[in-house]
Structure formats: structure tokens, C-alpha cells
């Protein structure tokens, strides 16, 4: 009854041959040249052929041999390469990773968030661009973005991970409201001053529409500051410039450190947005892609709420 041909015996097999005796393939492989001897002939008393012609100095292969060893050859190769593969997967990842983010979530959470992340990923670098412009992943050489949005416009091209719900808040400085008082209309608001968006200016001049659980109304109020950038608002309300109407996210830490202070606690912004992680659809992520976004999705939403207060009363 023929023995079963173990893998190894032909691994050895292959060495032998490959290194032109059994003295050599000892000295290569520090394997007793007696034993690999003995595997040999094992081998060749399975297979019922003989594979080697030894001579006290060299040994060849037979015909049999050389197709056998033809066959071991590839496998072993085919083997050695998968197991390359392998060692590749389970390797640190590296590379680097270009991110965009709005500035505000980039100096409140990121500064936190990323040294860590590379600290645990020695062989990663990031790449940041802090920008409230909305990048085109199919054409920008970006990987990943972080977006503030109602919903995401373009779901058919793109891979979207919702983090977390944001609300907008208006804030101002605890100056403004001890110079002006306390407000409890939302109607008063046209008294106040503002910093806005431009958009909120229409032909019914500027209006901010509001919620209330499900009422939504809208109100005027008085720009003194219109400006396309979440960042510029936000210095200007904590300085005095006016009233803002301004994401939760963003405004937070200001709040706690008693820079900001809300005001009108029972109404907010008229729309819920989420932030979205998002990446190409048609890009296939590297590892060190797929870990950074791991990363984020574990804790970035936890750093937020972390920072995020339930609402309060104005100061």
C-alpha cells in the first residue's frame, strides 16, 4: 500500500536538487545531510521511481526527477508567495493617507484625535487638508473627507459612514447678551446683531428659519458680519460682533469655557445635519486607509459628545 507523499519530503526534494547535493543543501539548510538522504529515498519508494543519481560528489536528476522536480518547483513557489501575502496583511500598515475636513472639526478634534492614532501607526503619514471647501474625490488626490451635510449629494460614486447628527445652535458671547439682555422671543432677534451666512439674506432681507419641535418659523435679525467661513463666525460671536447661528460641534468647547453662551435654548436650526465620512466608491482603500477609517468611526463620534453639552439657558 503506497504511504502518503508528505509536503515536506518534497520541500526537501527541492533543495536538494536546487542546491546540487545532499553536503550543500546540509550546509544550507541545517538539516542532517543522512536524514535528507533518507527522505529522498522515502520519496522515491512512494512514488515507485527513482528521482536522483547520486554520486559521491554530485547528484542529477532522472527523467522522472526532472518532471517531478518541475511540478515541487511551482508548488513550492506558489506556497512561498502566499505566504508572503499573508505576512503583508498581518504587517503594520503604512503609507500615507490625505484626509479633508472642515477647519473647525480639524482644530477642536483632530489635534486630539490624530497624534494618537499615529503614535499606534508609526508607519502611517497623514496628510490634512483643513478646508471647509467641499473636494471632489474623483479628481482632488484626496482619500478621505470628513462633510457636514443635510445628506450626501453624490451616494451613487461615493462609500459614506454617518457619524454623528449636528445641530446649529445660536450662540453669543456672555458680553453681547449682559449688553443687550436676556432675550425669550426669537422675534427680538431683529434687534440683535448677527454674524451670518451670506445666504441667509434673501429678497425678504436677512432671515434665519428656526425649530421648535416640529414648528419652524423665521426670523430677522441684523448682520453685522457676512462670511462664508464657520471659523471667521466663530471669533467674530466670541468677541461681541453679534449673534451666531452656528453648529454644536463647533461651538461646545466655547461654551463650556464660558466664552459663548446659548441663547433661545428651546429653538435651533431649522435642518439636522450628519457628518460623513466618505471615500471613493471605485477607489479600493489601502490598509493604512482602512485603518484610519476604522479609527474615526470608533472615536470621533465619542469625541464629539464628549464635548457636545445638552442644551442650556443663556447666560
Known sequence: MNLPVSPSDLRDFVLVVQHGGFS??????????????????????????????????????????????AHCREGLLCFERAIEELNELAAEPSGRVRLSCPVQITQTYLTRLLPAFLQAHPRIQVEVEASDRMVDLSRDPIDLALRVRKELEDSRHLVARPLLPVRNWLVASPALIGEQGAIEDPKALANWPSVAWPSTVSEAGPMWALRRHEQIEHFSHQPRLLVNNLDVQLRAVETGIGIGLLPNVIVSN??????????????????????????????????????????????????????????????
Open 24 to 69: 550543500a543543501a546540509e550546509r544550507a539548510t541545517g538539516v542532517d545531510k543522512s536524514r535528507l538522504s533518507r527522505k529522498i529515498t522515502r520519496l522515491e519508494q512512494i512514488l515507485g521511481v527513482q528521482l536522483l543519481r547520486r554520486t559521491p560528489r554530485h547528484v542529477t536528476l532522472t527523467t522522472a526527477g526532472e518532471r517531478v522536480y
Open 254 to 315: 466655547a461654551i463650556k469655557a464660558g466664552r459663548l453662551a446659548r441663547v433661545l435654548p428651546d429653538w435651533e436650526g431649522e435642518c439636522e445635519e450628519l457628518i460623513h465620512l466618505i471615500f471613493p466608491r471605485s477607489r479600493h482603500p489601502s490598509p493604512a486607509t482602512r485603518e484610519l477609517i476604522s479609527y474615526l468611526c470608533a472615536h470621533l463620534p465619542d469625541q464629539i459628545k464628549a464635548g457636545v453639552q445638552p442644551p442650556g439657558q443663556a447666560g
